[in-house]
């Protein structure tokens, strides 16, 4: 029952701040992700975690990249992308290793990826935590993929920032099932 609450009633933090998962929950957490549904078992992810002091090395990392892509940017705008990795203690960094299957094409395997994605979002609930799926720019730009170590055969499907909840919005107003539910035949 209460991972079913959990799954239902789960609102996206607005606010995450330290303590951060320590590394024993952070492998719990990366521990649900390995049980993603996995087509024939391929195993197509894999996870980096980036907490303490290399966020801010990560934050400059995302404002050179932005630099490189648009160099009349404002030095706010520059200064905003270089503290996007602060606001939570930890990142995990989600990403599909896509390998030739004739059986489970590549787009299957990037499902997969975000299944552990999503498992890494509940499993953080569940252990007490909150966490924020985030993409962007940051999952595709090149000197950003570089600098991670992310190889050709690789995609950044999320950025998950965890972390200890300060504030979350109201949750929204409850979906009414049958408007998203037919049954065939009609
Ligand atoms: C694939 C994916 C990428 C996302 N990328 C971002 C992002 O880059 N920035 C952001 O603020 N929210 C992003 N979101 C949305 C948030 O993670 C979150 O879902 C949203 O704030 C709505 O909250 P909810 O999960 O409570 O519905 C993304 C969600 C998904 C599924």
Redesign the pocket.
Known sequence: MEAYETLVT???PSILEEPAPDHEIERKIVAAALRAPDHKRLKPWRFISIRGDARAKLGEIFAAAYKNKAPNASPEVIARENKKPLRAPLILVVLAKIVEDANVPAIDQKFSAAAAAQNIILASEALGFGA?????DAATDPLIREALGVKTNEEIV?YIYIGTVKARPNPPAPLEVSAFLTSWPA
């Open positions: 789960r609102v996206t924020v799926w985030k993409t962007g999320a």
